[in-house]
């Protein structure tokens, strides 16, 4: 069994670069299917959702290689419609394969999505542009099957949620259909962008990505590219989160600032303070216990989003005064309050929120991540402590982090990797 162990109380000094973003890559590799020509990826982190993903590109005949930080992809000579069911199993991402293949056979089967428990996860948006589009939804033998043998057709089609995943996905269905394609009410997320730059730089004829509204215009082929992954705001709003608990003075390298403006004002809100030394970066100052909040929300791009609810609700422990945050997109989201009272601080969850008393100081202890950003929030918590605290759950917190042990044993937290 392994797990972090954390001698907490120790601010947090020195500088951080961030990784490529795991939202930016995961439907980036799966948009390569469209390709008839080499990919190339840099920036890319080494984490168990991309194993998952080279998995099911090369379980689809694909040639998929990961070394140093890049990925290379060469086009498959015969592509298998068929999803393999570990690998869709072990990360919802798999959704993302549903068009390209669609594209590539006019066939696709997919068994049901793994990834975090967080709660309903429907992808019937997905579904509904792609039926609208001309694909025919069936379920054969608890299997997902689309077909679209006369291939997809552009169309006008209105997202009931600004759902960021079925707007990726629909992204890749328009950009080989036939005729136009406007997508309305779309998700408006810095992944959207970059996933919009990759295709654009294939040979896609898309515009809007970044707005509510997108419009494509389908070609026939997309070629390959050479492309560098944007930064993971995640991990950078995991290292706002450890700063603002366990106090410090850290700058943070290869960041985009404009992608964190609803991480960055709940985190001035407790009392961070923040600046941009130079082009890139980001410094974020707390010396002192952090502000509560009262009451916030999780909203979508650019408010304050799902993934950093339980990461600030970690920042939220050591605060003067009561705080409250609502997820409105995860009813599970904060799982981890349970892990939060074992490591000693006053925290339970009541629905869709976790309620937080802060207190001055809390003991550290043991406590097991359920999913990926509650475990990541479990081991700020613990940062944060008096004691000695023991985190396990990793093989969620490698879904999204590379490193975290490392990360944040850079920045002088007292963390190490142990196995019993």
């Excluded at 570990?86 to 696709?108: E, I, K, Q």
């Excluded at 600030?312 to 997109?329: H, K, N, P």
Aim: aromatic letters at 4%; glycine letters at 12%; charged letters at 20%.
């Amino acid at each position: 069994m392994e797990y972090l162990r954390i001698a907490g109380g120790r601010p947090l000094e020195g500088r951080a670069a961030l990784p490529g973003a795991k939202n930016s890559l995961l439907p980036i590799l799966a948009a390569s299917v469209l390709c008839d020509g080499p990919v190339t990826l840099d920036n890319v982190p080494d984490l168990a959702d991309l194993h998952a993903s080279l998995e099911i590109l090369r379980r689809i005949g694909w040639e998929a290689e990961y070394l140093d930080g890049r990925v290379d992809l060469c086009p498959a000579r015969q592509v298998r419609s068929r999803i393999p069911s570990r690998a869709a199993g072990a990360m919802r991402s798999s959704v993302f394969y549903l068009a390209p293949l669609l594209h590539r056979t006019g066939r696709v089967e997919l068994p049901t999505p793994g990834g975090c428990r967080l709660g309903e996860r429907p992808i019937d948006i997905h579904l509904e542009g792609l039926v609208k589009m001309g694909a025919a939804a069936s379920v054969e033998n608890n299997r997902l099957v689309l077909q679209a043998p006369n291939g997809l057709q552009g169309t006008c089609f209105e997202l009931r949620y600004p759902s960021v995943g079925a707007t990726e996905s629909l992204l890749m269905a328009a950009v080989l259909a036939r005729g136009a394609t406007c997508l309305t009410g779309v998700a408006r997320e810095p992944e959207i962008q970059d996933l919009a730059r990759f295709l654009n730089r294939c040979g896609a004829r898309i515009t809007g990505a970044g707005g509510s509204t997108i419009h494509v215009v389908g070609v026939r082929r997309l070629h390959g590219t050479r492309h560098t992954i944007i930064p993971d705001r995640i991990v950078a709003a995991t290292l706002l989160a450890a700063v603002t608990g366990a106090e410090g003075d850290i700058v943070m390298e290869g960041v985009q600032p404009s992608h964190l403006a609803g991480v960055l004002d709940i985190y001035r809100r407790m009392g961070l303070r923040t600046s941009q030394p130079a082009p890139g970066q980001l410094r974020a100052v707390m010396d002192r216990r952090p502000s509560a909040l009262g009451k916030a929300a999780t909203g979508p791009y650019p408010a304050f989003c799902t993934d950093a609810a339980p990461l600030a609700a970690a920042a939220l422990l050591r605060a003067e005064g009561e705080s409250v945050i609502e997820d409105r997109v995860f009813e599970n989201r904060f799982d981890c309050a349970a892990g939060f009272a074992r490591l000693g601080a006053r925290a339970c969850r009541q629905g869709r929120s976790v309620h937080i008393w802060g207190v001055e100081q809390y003991r550290g202890g043991e406590a097991e991540g359920g999913d990926l950003r509650g475990g990541a929030a479990l081991v700020c918590a613990a940062v944060a402590a008096q004691g000695e605290s023991r985190i396990g759950g990793l093989e969620h917190i490698r879904r999204g982090y590379q490193d975290l042990a490392g990360l944040l044993g850079g920045l002088g937290a007292d963390i190490r990797l142990c196995r019993d």
